[in-house]
């Protein structure tokens, strides 16, 4: 059973998890860009790949001042095995490809949830460059998701509305 975290201890931990669901994030979303057989959903990943990457070196500039290197612990375990294994099959067929969206999307969430948490915690201990880092994370990984859901939606809907005959030998 793990230790209780408290004070300092329990916002390195928080930017551990951030920095590592990031990096899965990061990593998920460049195999995706590549994978994803739908063009728009392909594009729309491709394109948040830059945004992932400088929200990954942010958190581990402040993650800094607490320890945080990125420490994988059972959260972020779980989920860059999800990651990578979901990724790994997806450009076997377009069902595995929308496992691997919606994966993607999970880990967007999770990174809205856990920028939310860092705001508030700025908030409470004052520090204002983590507090400005957060909000903008947060607002950035909220839209981030929501065009991520909206995408998978209408793939969605590609591969519910294909024909068995005109299926690719890939769907």
């Known amino acids: ?99 691997a969206h919606a994966v993607l999307l999970a880990l967007k969430r999770k990174q809205q949830d856990s920028a939310g948490a860092v705001l508030k915690i700025a908030r409470a201990i004052r520090d204002t460059e983590m507090r400005d880092a957060a909000r903008t994370m947060l607002r950035e990984t909220k839209a981030a998701a929501q065009a991520l859901a909206d995408s998978l939606a209408d793939f969605a809907v590609v591969i519910a509305t294909r024909e068995p005959a005109r299926a690719s030998s890939k769907g």
């Open 1 to 99: 059973m793990s230790e209780a975290k408290y004070g300092r201890e329990f916002i390195k931990h928080e930017f551990d998890e951030a920095i590592s669901i990031q990096s899965v994030t990061v990593e998920t979303a460049r195999k995706l860009a590549d994978a994803h057989p739908e063009p728009a959903a392909r594009r729309l990943i491709k394109g948040m790949v830059r945004d992932d990457e400088r929200q990954l070196r942010e958190l581990e500039q402040l993650g800094t001042q607490y320890g945080a290197s990125g420490k994988v612990e059972d959260v972020a375990e779980v989920l860059r095995d999800l990651a990578r294994a979901t990724t790994e099959s997806a450009s076997e067929a377009e069902s595995e490809a929308y496992e």
